[in-house]
């Protein structure tokens, strides 16, 4: 080609190399953006392809009893775990082949004892299958294993990369139904329960949240000491490939064990009363069979610790760990007895006669009646015929003679006690429920055990804001209807006559439910004799929990202090046993009643047991102390309910220097003396040693 | 036939980078490459390094051949190439929803369409060289445009659309060169551009039937808004942008990629090696292999302008335009501009036959480089 005849082609070569200078120029220029401009936006992206964070379970701390006696803790169970980076790292021999081995190890031990090494290869490559997204978690092929599979595997080691026997902390409750209402269970959190244990003081103040899927405790002292019982989950930060199998594992925080929950609670004692609790009413049972459940509650009355707690139906928590059948969800949680129900803490009783020490301490604060004055034991000592209508004849058809207050609480009176009643809620109207809930009945307790019952003190101000609403607004809705009704008649009325003829209806018609509403009150809201009577007596509106009148004996006997009941002692470190919390008792007040009156109370109360209703302990001989005895009517009169008691027995002792408080209910026990009573006894003995 | 005084002759800067490029590619690869074949770290860079062995006896042959000799096959090389093609859709074997492999052995294939765009080149080259001066009219352009046509349409039943585009800015950029009327052409090119756009839009807002793969449909879409399918189609290019730009300034250094090194990053020794360059290392990397791309391409520019005659300039342009267009569609699609085509980074990717068809078309050049137009004195 001669230099001329080249001329325009070199023109398009240049035109090529322009072209070939912006292509490089764009695709620089693009390289610029990604990388320097946007480059950290796209590391954060790449970064977040290969990091996963793995927690690491911390091991739940044990629960003991006051003498450090185990009731919960937690145990490994061996599970057999195949991890990928290390089957993967085993370059000498094909990882399938590994599989294969290991099946023909497990084939013993697998639930299936039809199938075949094939196809438990084949089980387990499956499980492998469904596990690809968390490869970079170690996986479970088999749960519970045996020492003699611990072994083989251990022996076999080198055969089986990637194959080891993992312990895996799990909850175990080794006395079972020992104070397991007390103690609780544990299971993963719920969406709901999420907000609810965030709110936890502790867990606040350390900043702690939950998160779905955390295993916490659903009820009882696992539930109320969640956050210590915990411990701190550790952190593994674990590198993935595309296929979620691990390339790198570094542990960024060791967990650190949970605390030790030391309980007030006396694991014999416990025992002791659990067990003659039970005893009591599989007699009961053989005679009417709703007899199933009952509670019972022992307190230290000089500090309010919780020494027993009792609750029947039992419940074992290790039943109610993994995966549960629909009996054990029937047992523990649909039943009408359901064994989840802690009743000595949640269970509403009317304490029958077990009440009458207060009516006693208010009377005599009320300045009513004197500890010497006596009564005569007939229904006529009730006032006019009308006001015996109100009332109740002496228990059991029985004839005390002339009664004063020591006799009256020690034969448990219902005749006296209705007459000292009404001079009570005649002369001071709130007096009864003041004194009710200075001693802790009708009160929340405090006690540190999630879902304890609040119960009823009544009153006649109580039960005028009790019902008083309820009337009020049935009144409204029905004068609201009348002008509704009358309201749109008159509007469409057309001459005057005809319009002041429905307005003179309208007015008629709501004064009818005035005068309605007026007889309802009469009836229902305000304060009658028979209330008074009944609720003189510890029945009525009278509704407690057994730990509320445990403490309410105790606040008696003590002097007139009230504690606040709790349940856990102090909380130590597992590793070092340092002391991290030590709980003391806590004074929530005084019972505003004199020494006197209370010492006249507590000698009645001793009555009781040496020829009084509760004169159980003759064949122990260094009993010293006092009782009442109950028999709490389930329904109210005239029902069939009626028929149907619950037997109620409240304690303490020694006398001098008093040193526990006993109260139990017995269901559908008739008398309390021979049920909850026979507890009672049983738990003194054990406490005591007496024989 | 070979002189020695023909050595003179020789564009060492043009050797040196095209070496370097050859080097790159097994440095790149030996760390691309590594997780591929578990347990055979080097399976793929002992490959390559045979590919390559063999492929610069190839070169060197070609470059000692006057190239003016292939002149006198170029029909039976153009009956060749629709051969090899056509056979494609008889004995081929599938992969991924498309056939372009030819099996030899159990395990070694060849891919036809690696080779055809040599073929176009040296036959198109001859075909435009006859023609010269006498493309000024528009049907002038008839006759090139169906010698292409025939087989592009083989290609694009394939289906490979990546190779059938490359043909035709094959065939683009040797008109421009023969001599086309840059007006008349020029406007016919960008016309066909404007017809093609308005009836993708037609399709996709009107429902406009093509005779397009719905899988290629789908690629355009992708390349549109790659974000839109994370884990789906658009999850190729959404992981290799996130390759090249977690890269940065630096990279993350060689073997420390995450991307590639942990399977995040699909096909990352073939058509998206570019991807582990930008992230391991950096931004000074893609831009230094660029670099030699350029370099290498300026060379072969002005190997095409001192060519012997309109013959050796076409090829050579033709493997501008070829290489070119490889780079700027491979590197634009891992960097998320460019839509997904199975087209490698040429010299660079992993491949039996795209390394000897690319090293192929690198001996050509040198042999037109060799027979250059005698310098005057």
Redesign the interface.
């Known amino acids: 080609m001669e230099e001329k005849e080249r001329k325009p082609f070199r023109r398009r070569l240049r035109g090529l190399m322009v072209v070939v200078f912006l292509v490089f120029g764009i695709l620089v220029f693009n390289l610029w953006h990604l990388q320097v401009a946007e480059g950290s936006y796209y590391a954060a992206m790449a970064k977040g392809n290969v990091m996963r964070l793995v927690p690491l379970p911390a091991t739940r701390g044990d629960i003991v009893d006051r003498s450090g006696e185990l009731l919960a803790t937690s145990v490994p169970e061996f599970a057999l775990t195949l991890d990928w980076l290390d089957l993967q790292k085993s370059m000498s021999t094909d990882w399938k082949d590994v599989i294969l081995r290991l099946a023909g190890f497990v084939k013993p031990y697998w639930p299936n004892k039809a199938e075949s090494v094939q196809n438990i290869e084949e089980d387990i490559l499956v499980m492998i299958q469904a596990h690809q997204w968390t490869r970079y978690q170690p996986m479970t092929i088999l749960q519970n294993v045996p020492k003699t599979l611990r072994a083989t595997v251990a022996e076999h080691q080198e055969e089986l990369p990637g194959v080891s026997v993992d312990a895996v902390p799990v909850r175990y409750y080794p006395q079972h139904t020992l104070a397991g209402q007390v103690l609780g269970y544990v299971r993963q959190i719920s969406q709901g329960e999420i907000s609810q244990f965030d709110q936890n003081p502790d867990a606040k103040k350390a900043g702690f949240r939950y998160q779905p899927g955390d295993m916490v405790g659903k009820m009882g002292v696992e539930k109320a000491y969640d956050f210590w019982l915990r411990g701190v989950e550790g952190e593994e930060q674990v590198e993935v490939d595309n296929n979620a199998r691990p390339v790198a594992k570094t542990v960024l925080k060791q967990p650190q064990p949970g605390k030790t929950i030391h309980l007030t609670l006396d694991a014999k004692l416990q025992s002791v009363v659990e067990n003659k609790l039970d005893q009591i009413i599989k007699g009961l049972q053989q005679q009417n069979p709703n007899a199933k459940a009952g509670a019972a509650v022992v307190i230290d009355v000089n500090t309010g610790q919780i020494l027993a707690m009792a609750s029947e139906p039992a419940m074992d928590p290790n039943a109610l760990i993994g995966n549960i059948s629909v009996a054990t969800d029937h047992q523990y949680f649909q039943d009408k007895d359901a064994a989840s129900f802690n009743r000595a803490l949640t269970g509403l009783y009317a304490p029958g006669s077990t009440f009458k020490m207060i009516t006693a301490l208010a009377a005599l604060k009320a300045g009513v009646v004197t500890p010497t004055e006596t009564i005569n034991d007939v229904k006529s000592s009730l006032g006019s015929a009308p006001a015996q209508a109100q009332g109740f004849s002496e228990w059991g058809g029985n004839y005390f003679g002339q009664v004063d207050l020591y006799k009256a609480i020690a034969m448990s009176s219902d005749i006296y006690f209705q007459v000292v009643g009404a001079r009570v809620f005649k002369a001071n109207s709130g007096l009864v429920k003041q004194l009710a809930n200075e001693a802790g009945l009708g009160e929340y307790s405090g006690v540190d055990l999630p879902g304890e019952a609040k119960g009823i003190a009544p009153s006649p101000a109580w039960k005028k804001a009790y019902y008083g609403p309820y009337y009020k607004k049935l009144l409204q809705e029905k004068l609201a209807a009348i002008e509704t009704k009358y309201g749109s008649e008159i509007a469409k009325a057309t001459d005057a006559k005809q319009k002041a003829k429905l307005q003179q209806q309208e007015a008629l018609q709501k004064n009818g439910a005035n005068v309605w509403y007026n007889q309802m009150v009469a009836q229902n809201v305000d304060w009658h004799l028979y209330d008074s009577f009944n609720n003189a007596i510890g029945q009525g509106y009278n509704y407690y929990t057994p730990l509320q009148l445990a403490n309410y004996v105790a606040t008696i006997v003590n002097g007139g202090k009230h504690y606040q009941p709790y349940i856990v002692n102090e909380i130590t470190d597992p590793v070092t046993g340092k002391v991290i919390r030590q709980y003391q008792p806590k004074l929530l007040n005084t019972l505003a009643v004199s020494q006197t009156d209370l010492d006249i109370v507590k000698k009645a109360m001793s009555d009781t047991t040496s020829y009084g209703t509760g004169a159980i302990f003759g064949n122990v001989p260094q009993f010293s102390g006092g009782a009442k005895t109950g028999t709490a009517q389930l329904g109210s009169k005239n029902t069939l309910a009626a028929q149907t008691y619950n037997g109620t027995f409240v304690a303490f002792a020694p006398y001098n220097h008093p040193q526990i408080a006993f109260a139990g209910v017995v269901e559908y026990a008739n008398h309390g003396v021979d049920s909850a009573g026979m507890v009672c006894k049983a738990a003194f003995k054990a406490y005591f040693g007496w024989k | 036939m070979f002189e020695r005084r023909i050595f003179r002759n020789l564009d060492f800067l043009f050797l040196l980078f095209f070496g370097l490029l050859l080097g790159a590619s097994l440095l790149i690869l030996s760390t691309a490459s590594l997780n591929v074949d578990p ?1 055979h770290p080097y399976h793929y860079v002992k490959l390559q390094a045979v590919w390559i062995m063999t492929g610069l006896v190839l070169v060197a042959a070609i470059a000692a051949f006057d190239y003016e000799k292939i002149r006198r096959f170029t029909w039976s090389l153009y009956g060749i190439n629709l051969v090899l093609l056509a056979a494609v859709f008889l004995v081929g074997s599938s992969a991924k929803g498309a056939t372009r492999w030819i099996p030899i052995t159990s395990t070694v294939s060849i891919q036809p369409s690696e080779f055809a765009k040599l073929f176009i080149i040296i036959t198109l080259a001859d075909f435009l060289a006859k023609r010269q001066g006498k493309l000024n009219r528009f049907r002038d352009f008839l006759a090139p445009f169906l010698f292409v046509l025939v087989p592009l349409v083989l290609v694009y039943k394939q289906p490979d659309l990546g190779t059938s585009m490359v043909f035709v800015a094959i065939f683009i ?1 040797m008109m ?2 023969a ?1 086309a009327n840059p007006w008349k052409f020029g406007s016919l090119v960008l016309g066909t551009v404007l017809v093609v756009s308005l009836a993708l839009w037609l399709h996709f807002a009107h429902g406009l039937p093509l005779p397009l793969q719905d899988y290629q449909l789908q690629r355009l879409i992708i390349f549109a808004n790659p974000s839109a399918d994370t884990t789906g189609g658009g999850y190729h290019v959404t ?1 290799s ?9 630096w990279g993350k250094g060689y073997r420390q990629g ?2 590639g ?4 990053l699909p096909e990352h020794h073939t058509d998206f090696i570019f991807s582990i360059v ?2 391991e290392f ?2 000074i990397g ?2 230094t292999l ?1 670099f030699i ?2 370099i290498f ?2 060379r072969a ?1 002005g190997i ?2 001192k ?4 013959y050796g ?1 076409l090829l050579s ?1 033709g493997v ?1 335009a070829m290489f ?1 267009f490889h ?2 569609i491979n ?2 699609m891992t ?3 460019m839509p997904v085509t199975g087209i490698p980074l040429p010299l660079i990717s992993y491949g039996g036959s795209t390394m000897w068809a690319n090293m192929t078309a690198a001996g050509l050049l040198l042999s037109v480089n060799l027979r250059r ?1 005698k310098l ?1 004195f």
């Open positions: 347990g950029v421009f060169v001599g992981q942008i996130w390759a090249i730009g977690s890269g940065g300034l995450t991307q090194r942990f399977n995040f930008g992230e950096g931004f893609a831009v660029l791309y350029l391409i300026l520019v095409a302008a060519s012997r005659d309109l300039m342009t501008v070119v780079i700027l590197v634009g960097s998320g501009i137009q005057m």
